[in-house]
Structures are given as structure tokens and as C-alpha cells.
């Protein structure tokens, strides 16, 4: 047993000691959790490393899904995301597969579970038998927040200075999707569900965003189908689709 790590020779514990390499990755996830967006010369210079050392923690923060990069500006990436929908803010079982499934049952929808990583939605879970969606979130998991009905329901439960940093962030080809969401705004807020057409209008979709027990939307949850099935019967699987992120919400709480 390690010295650092083992009990003293008076029986106690010794106290935890700091490693450099440690230190120098959470300091790394810690720069990007305050400041998203940093770029590879910021983050050396914060955590005061050579830059090939810096180059290869960051590397492998990013392989590992704890960074993850957008052009030359890392963003936290999806495995914290991941760990805190299952442990954090949402607890252990809050969501589950079963859930997922009861929800399916009952609506007959494919039904997806996402999370925000970064600037993008990645989807952790799928339940449902349409292929079309479901090969298309495991083709490209991650998804812009503006082309989605999720990623639409998070931004619009965002706090508005985190919500407006986010769109100012967006570049030109993106002028109408924002457009498009804040004309749509005021609806999602007054329902909670927002709603998008994909697949050249041959899947429709409604989602909601799930909210942890500190009052922040941690997850949404996307209800998709052909779009005849789903838009005559929007108001029944909107009102359904909050019945069951309430359910799941005050179990967690």
C-alpha cells in the first residue's frame, strides 16, 4: 500500500495528497465548465503546462468524451453530461429505460431521451420501432439545439443570459433557424413542448424538457413519428408526454 494513499502509522488516515497530472485535468474540465469555448493556447496557459503536455491531456480529454471540440474551442463534453443525468441533478433510476418504454406503450411514438453536450444535443436513449429517426441519431448523435424540437425545448427553459450567450454564439447559417425559434417562442414557453418537422416532412416531432430537482432542464425528451401519425393527434401526445416527465420529475424530486 502506497504511502500517499495508505493509513499513517498512528492508525489514521493520511491526508489526501495532489497530483500534478490530476490536478492539471480537472483544472482543464474546470476552465472549459466557467469559460466554454476556450481555446487550446488558453487552457496551456491556465493550467501552466508545457504544450505538448497540455496538448495531450486536452487530446485525451476529448477521446474520451470529456471535451469535446468545435473547431479550434472546446466545449464539455458528453460523458459529464451522461454522468450527470444518472447521478447529479437527476438521480440514479429517476429515467429509465422503462420509463421510456411506458411512454412508448402509451403513445405508440418513438421516443428519445437527450442531453445537452456542449453546443450540441446528443440523445442517450431510444425506445420505439420507427428506423428512420433512430438510424439517423446514431448516424450523427450530436444535433444543433435549433434544428431540433429538443434542443428547442432546452433553449427555450434556459436562463435567458445562458440562452442569449448561446444564440449570439450561432454563425450566419443559422440566421433562420433563430429567427424561426423566436417565432415560435412564446408558444413553447406558455406549453412547454416545442415541435419540428424533419426528413423532408415525412417525420414529426414534439419534445419537452425535463427539469432536476434545482429547477434547471437537465434532459428533454422527443417524441417522433411519420407525420400523419403524429400531427392529428398532437394535443393528446403533447398532453401525455407532460404527464410523464411530471411523473418522473416529482419521483426524482
Avoid: C
Avoid at 424561426?180 to 408558444?187: M, Q, V
Avoid at 430537482?213 to 393527434?233: H, I, Y
Wanted: proline content about 4%.
Amino acid at each position: 500500500m502506497s504511502a500517499a494513499s495508505g493509513p499513517s502509522s498512528n492508525g489514521g488516515e493520511r491526508e489526501p495528497q495532489h497530483h500534478r497530472t490530476i490536478d492539471r485535468v480537472t483544472r482543464i474540465l474546470e476552465e472549459v465548465v466557467y469559460t466554454p469555448g476556450m481555446t487550446f493556447a488558453e487552457l496551456a496557459r491556465a493550467i501552466d503546462a508545457p504544450k505538448s503536455s497540455a496538448y495531450g491531456f486536452i487530446r485525451g480529454l476529448v477521446a474520451a468524451g470529456w471535451l469535446h471540440q468545435d473547431g479550434s474551442r472546446f466545449y464539455i463534453g458528453p460523458a459529464i453530461y451522461a454522468l450527470n443525468l444518472a447521478s447529479g441533478h437527476l438521480r440514479p433510476g429517476s429515467i429509465t429505460d422503462s420509463d421510456l418504454q411506458t411512454l412508448h406503450d402509451e403513445t405508440g411514438i418513438t421516443v428519445f431521451l437527450g442531453v445537452l453536450a456542449g453546443q450540441d444535443l446528443i440523445y442517450v436513449s431510444e425506445i420505439g420501432a420507427d428506423l428512420l429517426p433512430g438510424i439517423a441519431a446514431r448516424t450523427n448523435i450530436r444535433r444543433q439545439l435549433l434544428a431540433t424540437a429538443g434542443g428547442k425545448a432546452m433553449l427555450a427553459a434556459m436562463p435567458a443570459d445562458q440562452r442569449d450567450s448561446y444564440l449570439r454564439r450561432r454563425g450566419p447559417e443559422e440566421t433562420e433557424l433563430i429567427e424561426a425559434f423566436f417565432g415560435e417562442f412564446d408558444e413553447i414557453k406558455r406549453t412547454g413542448i416545442a415541435h419540428n418537422t424533419l426528413h423532408d416532412g415525412q417525420r414529426h416531432a414534439i419534445a419537452t424538457a425535463v427539469y432536476g430537482s434545482a429547477g434547471n432542464a437537465v434532459a428533454e425528451v422527443t417524441l417522433v413519428g411519420r407525420t400523419g401519425d403524429v400531427q392529428p393527434r398532437e394535443e393528446e401526445l403533447a398532453e401525455t408526454l407532460l404527464k410523464h416527465v411530471q411523473m418522473w420529475t416529482s419521483r426524482s424530486n
